[in-house]
């Protein structure tokens, strides 16, 4: 991940020669992290760059020249003059031998496990391996489809004691449910009875486990993972920003994985981020656009309820003055797209009342913030803040009880009932003339008004969140809404125009993020190319920094 | 199932003998194995981990990782059978076949009146008398023939009658 995290200062380096090709290393950096950064492949199941060194595997044995017998890369830390082969024959014999202790005991039951098409077991005996195997004792029988913790399944039978997860439990969750337990042949991983794998990250155990042995329970038997698309994005649980990859599978969403950047999120994702994707597929997901006529909600088209909204914003305004409508944005909009309604609250409805709901919730020391939302300090830094004499929140909820402003619109209706408490909300819609709700699932708001316009998940969009710390990280549109709902930005843009007349200004974030750029201090100097994959900090263009 | 005050002051006692609490786990499995009879209940694994300051699942790894402390009940003749490379080659699993039979048990299982249980165990360090059997802590029986097999069974048998006669 060379694009993550800020430039160090330069250490001395080391010159190490690997199957020929001199390279500088850090010194004591281990051999095999410095081979793989310069795509020597050299094969490996018990080393993660994330976890302490254990040497368990034996698989990435090398030959290093002046040294009897081979050594592991893991453990051997890079000196000067190190030279090292990893492709003669005593290396490959060494990997034959290792792979075939392996596999005396693996079930082989490729053909029905999640893991195969991402297994390092299955790769490296295909690169490794000998293809047939000399033992005709019966394999070890072990736990299948165990329930180890409510979140992941584990097959004793396919788990080659690597003690990633092991180590996992220690060092990163410091929750330490994990022990190999037993010796020689009856090792295994296991937990105590009273005391399961349940903490709040304990599906990244699925993630490192280098073959098929611990599963996310929510992926099991799902999809075969060569089936999937995947798309590079950022989690939208919290305001951490972790970085995913979306697996999708015909327009639908399979599984977030965490995706590496050591600025954010390491190679780890919370269980609550990473199970957190049902809304997006969910039943009772707002599919169409609804306007109050004669009492009741019924269905219309986009359009219409667009220029249905745009006519109430416009009466109230015509009777009571710009200062009796408010808008609530939401956190779970891009920044593009919050750059897109401020406009909107600005120029087109032109009102000061302007706020974020933000729902709050539990945090740790790790990953997890309170800011349960994506993006809220990208909203903010995007304008959705009160404007000059606008109320915040809490003054639009009071006003509208006062009577004072008589239209709302609201983006994320949920977020606004958990912040404002669901009795307020309730006297928040009673007393309004106008109430507009632009959400993906159905609440109490979105029941009470007058318009409902159906938004879009982060899942459908791309654009850029900027999370706590002020990163801005691009995500990508991993499926398309479902029909006839279009993203927030092009809603706000469609509604500028009703409300304003004038022909519709398409809705292209990389565009509108060019705009930020531009008009955003701390932005300047970002653009979608420049973000990249890993992301930069908000105003680090500003001050010089990369 | 608690620790008996006597036996947490008999461990507590070892603990002058380390420079750190923990070191006295096995010292403390082994007292607590010989208390209840032959085995270590798992129950008892949190109470001796307070007692040391450790974790649970510390005290369950090393009781796991021995041969000689059971997570389950034994005999009260405890049969261990090395069946490591020297024994194995002078008939070691002939005899742990035959003592299955015998007992009606197999490894890991107890009798139904109790009396006897079977363990494959590592090497006993005594390949010169292959293939070695020794009867919980007592002196190894050496060069066990399958013949031995009853005899042995009815002598154990013999002596545990004789023990509730006295």
Redesign the interface.
Known sequence: MTEAGGPDEKPATVRVVIDGREIEAEPGAPLLQVALDHGIQIPHYCYHPKLSIDGSCRMCQVQIQGQKKLAIACNTPCTEGLVVDTRGDEVADARRGVMELLLVNHPLDCPICDQAGECHLQDYSFAHGSHHARTESPRRKGLKRHPIGPRVVFDQERCILCRRCVRFTQEITQT??L?????GD?SHIG?????PLDNPYSVNVADICPVGALLSADFHHKRRVWFLDTTASVCAGCANGCNIEIGTWRNEIQRLTPRRNDAVNDTWMCDAGRLGYGFVGAADRIRAARVRIDGEQREVSLQNALDAAAEALRQVRATHGAGAIAIVGSAHLTNEECFRLAAVARDEVQTPHLDLAVPLGTSDAFLVKAEKAANARGARDMGLVPGEGGHDLAGIAAAVEAGEIRALWVVGSRDLEEVIGGERAAKVAAALEVLVVQDVQPSYLTAAATIVLPGATWAEKSGTFTNHAGRVQRIGGAVTPPEGVVVDGELFARLASALAGGAVAAFEPAQVFDQIAAGVATYAGLSHLVLGAGGRNAGAAANGEA | MTLSQQLIERIRAEFPKYPEKRAVLLTALHFVQEEQGGWVP?EL?PEIAALLEI???DV??VA????MFHEHPVGRSHLQVCTNLSCALRGARGVVRRLEGVLGVRPGELSADGEFSVEEVQCLGSCGSAPVIQVNNEPYLENVALGDVETLVAGLRGRRLAAVGE
């Open positions: 330490d449910e022990r190999v337990f037993g010796i009856t937990t105590l009875e009273s005391r | 798992p694994i974790h649970p699942i369950k790894e796991s990782f021995y041969h």
